[in-house]
């Protein structure tokens, strides 16, 4: 389900959300992992971690939506937090292939 080496994710910031993420994905399930992987996979795919085929409609409404089951109040916070944690995964994979490839 990836094109890159498993240990280029270790140390990356976000790294903890792959490898449950596919398998979640693989099975069907909808978990945070999952959700956070899906919301980025286009941008992912581009950094060589391919997502399952089918992934789940509307990633970041139902990620929403599972925080606010799990988490209340704080559902906002935790959703921003898990979003920019995505947006750090995703420079740093870019940032390592690009010097991979230099």
Do not use: F, K, W
């Not at 910031?13 to 999952?34: F, I, K, M």
């Not at 992987?37 to 941008?43: E, G, Q």
Request: charged share 20%; aromatic share 2%; net charge negative.
């Amino acid at each position: 389900m990836t094109g890159i080496p498993p240990d280029i994710l270790v140390g990356l910031p976000g790294g903890e959300y792959v490898a449950p993420g596919l398998a979640d994905l693989a099975q069907g399930r909808e978990s945070v992992p999952a959700l956070v992987l899906a919301i980025a996979s286009a941008r992912l795919g581009e950094a060589g971690i391919l997502l399952p085929p089918g992934g789940p409609s509307e990633p970041e409404l139902r990620l929403y939506r599972l925080l606010r089951d799990q988490c209340g109040d704080e559902a906002h916070s935790q959703y921003n937090a898990h979003l920019r944690r995505l947006g750090s995964l995703c420079r740093a994979l870019e940032s390592r292939a690009s010097t991979s490839l230099a």
